[in-house]
Nanobody
Framework: QVQLVESGGGLVQAGGSLRLSCAAS????????MAWFRQAPGEEREFVAT????????YYADSLKGRFTISRDNAKNTVYLEMNSLKPEDTAVYYC???????????????????WGQGTQVTVSS
């Protein structure tokens, strides 16, 4: 079992930055691929970024490349999402997710992830 707790969300002006954190419980954190998804009001949950168990591989939603950066610290059981040049359309609840056996090419699928956090709200004002 892995429990995930997100933090770092809040209200920020357009053009600003935020860093989200996701703290994971358990001694097996380093075995999991980790990801961030987000869900805006009235929209489906969508893929943001994923990182392999050792941080060696990362993938991003095409629309977010260059603005968002995912990273992890296995010693701290934590995964991060650095968000820069934020736009009002980035407003959403951001969720952390963990996958025990992530199949290559399926990293953007919600069903590929075994555990989810409760989410943290990010609001970007114009």
């Amino acid at each position: 079992q892995v429990q995930l707790v997100e933090s770092g969300g809040g209200l920020v002006q357009a053009g600003g930055s935020l860093r989200l954190s996701c703290a994971a419980s358990g001694r097996t954190f380093r075995r999991y691929a980790m990801a961030w998804f987000r869900q805006a009001p009235g929209e489906e949950r969508e893929f943001v970024a994923t990182i392999s168990w050792n941080g060696g591989s990362t993938y991003y939603a095409d629309s977010l490349k260059g603005r968002f950066t995912i990273s992890r610290d296995n010693a701290k059981n934590t995964v991060y999402l650095e968000m820069n040049s934020l736009k009002p359309e980035d407003t959403a609840v951001y969720y952390c997710a963990a996958a025990r056996d992530l199949i290559a090419g399926n990293y953007y699928r919600l069903g590929s992830y075994d555990y989810w956090g409760q989410g943290t709200q990010v609001t970007v004002s114009s």
